[in-house]
């Protein structure tokens, strides 16, 4: 079960209210690098979590609760940055180069128009779980596979590509409210990528967990590859020097080497088609 607090997990303010910044916040909830994502992956892990120690699932559980007040305090920004707004986005606005950048080069002021007209006929000038460009959040970026050491790598690049995000807004606004938001949780992503690492340490770090799963032999796996980069130069040049081309594999197992890729098998050939499937005569032969 859960509980819940009327107050703000961190204070929120906008002293400048932006409906074009109201509109980036979008991603930060409904995007991919979003909240709604970790809090779902989270919850789901901790869910689905087996093993004779609980910490692991109690420790999911912390943390997908706490994402849940980190989409509160987004909702709640966008809400604050629409209380102004006006049905159309005026002009000085929709020039601004820096803004013109940030949305990919297309023409801001009929992109925030449309999000707009969303905030206004659909929620009262309020969030809604989506994206920057209003498409739904569906649940399809949720990676919970009841492996623990694939799901907290799963979970570090989660909260790395969350703290991207997080970094960009922060320097696409000048709001000093909503700056002081972005710096609480810009730091709590460096907290999540540093804890998610630390359970991949307390498994053994890359020696202990790697391979992926590692209750699978290495025995019963083609160990010829397992630890050859594939150079795939069609004259054959070898790639640049890498950690993944030469010395100690990481889970200290093998050798990394560098294997130009050469065609092993032989070129396919497919049987005719069958008379009912509606292919040509000259096809089913």
């Not at 080069?105 to 920057?132: D, K, Q, Y």
Request: aromatic share 8%; proline share 7%; net charge negative.
């Amino acid at each position: 079960m859960y509980y819940h607090d009327k107050r703000l997990q961190y204070p929120v303010r906008v002293e400048s209210p932006d409906p074009v910044f109201a509109r980036m916040l979008q991603q930060a909830i409904g995007g991919v690098e979003g909240e709604i994502r970790v809090c779902m992956q989270y919850f789901f892990q901790a869910w689905g979590a087996r093993g004779p120690t609980t910490k692991y699932r109690d420790m999911l559980l912390h943390t997908a609760t706490e994402e849940i007040g980190h989409i509160e305090m987004l909702a709640t920004a966008v809400a604050m940055n629409l209380e102004t707004a006006p049905t159309k986005v005026q002009e000085a606005g929709a020039a601004d180069k820096v803004v013109g950048a940030v949305m990919g080069g297309e023409n801001p002021r009929h992109m925030v128009e449309g999000m707009l007209h969303r905030h206004i006929l659909s929620t009262g000038m309020a969030a809604f779980p989506a994206n920057c460009e209003g498409v739904p959040f569906d649940m399809s970026h949720i990676y919970a596979s009841g492996n623990l050491a694939a799901d907290m790598y799963c979970n570090v690049a989660a909260e790395a590509t969350g703290r991207t995000l997080a970094v960009r807004l922060f320097n696409a606004t000048n709001d000093p409210g909503m700056k002081d938001m972005l710096h609480f949780m810009i730091a709590r992503d460096t907290m999540h990528q540093e804890q998610w690492l630390a359970v991949i340490e307390e498994l053994g770090g890359p020696a202990g967990a790697l391979p992926i799963p590692n209750s699978f032999p290495q025995s019963e796996e083609h160990q010829k590859f397992n630890y050859n980069f594939f150079a795939t130069a069609r004259d054959g040049t070898p790639p640049p020097a890498g950690r993944w081309t030469s010395g100690p594999s990481l889970d200290g197992k093998g050798e990394f080497s560098v294997v130009q890729n050469e065609p092993m098998g032989e070129e396919p050939v497919l049987g005719p088609a069958r008379p009912d499937s509606g292919a040509q005569n000259e096809q089913i032969g």
